[in-house]
């Protein structure tokens, strides 16, 4: 998937690499950090609760993509994690219908230089 473009992926178990990229482990934040440093595109992160919820707490994701598939489970994995509470404000870009499929694109609200938007 996504050919020409490094994949880095975050694994506790695994190492090493993989086709156009290679495995990492530690911090995501510290992770991210160095690649908006390193980058001149934009970073594209796919992943779990716990992942996002870490990058959100730390301002570090601008946009976001969630697709929702029409089922319904009953139990599972939470899309953001439980944490302390953490005020991120986004606006609603679009919604679109990919197959089965609904897909929401949000896109934060920047915050004032003095202080957050609320």
Do not use: C
């Not at 992926?9 to 530690?26: C, D, H, L, P, T």
């Not at 796919?46 to 996002?52: S, W």
Request: glycine share 10%.
């Amino acid at each position: 998937m996504f050919p020409n473009k490094e994949k880095i992926v975050f694994s506790r178990s695994e190492k090493g690499n993989i086709i156009e990229g290679n495995y990492v482990s530690g911090d995501p934040v510290a992770v991210i950090n160095r690649l908006k440093a390193e980058a001149g595109q934009a970073i594209w992160v796919v992943g779990g609760g716990e992942i996002v919820t870490t990058l959100l707490k730390h301002d570090l994701i601008d946009e976001l993509w969630i697709q929702i598939a029409p089922v319904v489970l009953g139990t599972g994995k939470r899309l953001f994690e439980e944490t302390e509470p953490v005020l991120k404000r986004f606006e609603l870009v679009a919604v679109d219908k990919i197959g089965q499929l609904s897909e929401i694109h949000l896109k934060r609200i920047q915050k004032s230089p003095t202080g957050p938007v609320i």
